[in-house]
């Protein structure tokens, strides 16, 4: 249902760096790109990212309670992820670990804007 999810940065070229990092790692790449916007994935696959400055020309801000979830094939990729994010200027929310007894296990990381995401699998 959904294509793709737009969080906002004040440093387009930054977040740039970051989100190419992670895009990288999940095979993917950039799939639109214009002056204040860019997006990753693949066009016909799952949801993509995409970053933008804001419209209205005011800064970004961070949504209070607002996460971005990274579906990852494996739990070597959701540690990768979390390493990336982290050595790309990301801060850590939560490291890489089980959560409850399901299977799911995740890592918790906020870009260089303050986005929330995790990176996770299932079973």
Same mark, same amino acid.
């Given at each position: 249902?959904?294509? @793709?999810v737009?969080?906002?940065?004040n440093?387009?070229?930054?977040?740039?760096?970051? @989100?190419?990092?992670?895009?990288?790692?999940?095979?993917?790449g950039?799939?639109m790109?214009?002056?204040?916007?860019?997006?990753?994935?693949?066009?016909?696959?799952?949801a993509?990212?995409? $970053?933008?400055?804001?419209?209205?020309g005011? +800064?970004? &801000?961070?949504?209070?309670?607002v996460?971005v979830? $990274?579906?990852?094939?494996?739990?070597?990729?959701?540690?990768?992820? %979390?390493?990336?994010?982290?050595? %790309?200027?990301?801060?850590?929310?939560? +490291?890489?670990?089980?959560?409850?007894? &399901?299977g799911? @296990?995740?890592? @918790?990381?906020?870009?260089?804007?303050?986005?929330?995401?995790?990176a996770?699998?299932?079973?």
């Amino acid at each position: 249902m959904i294509g @793709y999810v737009t969080l906002g940065t004040n440093d387009l070229a930054r977040a740039a760096r970051f @989100y190419d990092a992670i895009a990288a790692e999940m095979g993917v790449g950039r799939m639109m790109e214009f002056e204040n916007f860019i997006a990753w994935g693949k066009p016909g696959g799952a949801a993509g990212i995409g $970053l933008t400055k804001p419209f209205d020309g005011n +800064p970004a &801000s961070v949504g209070n309670g607002v996460m971005v979830a $990274l579906e990852a094939r494996d739990r070597a990729q959701v540690d990768r992820l %979390h390493e990336i994010a982290l050595a %790309h200027g990301g801060t850590c929310e939560g +490291p890489a670990g089980p959560r409850g007894d &399901s299977g799911f @296990y995740a890592a @918790y990381f906020r870009d260089p804007d303050g986005n929330k995401l995790n990176a996770f699998i299932m079973g």
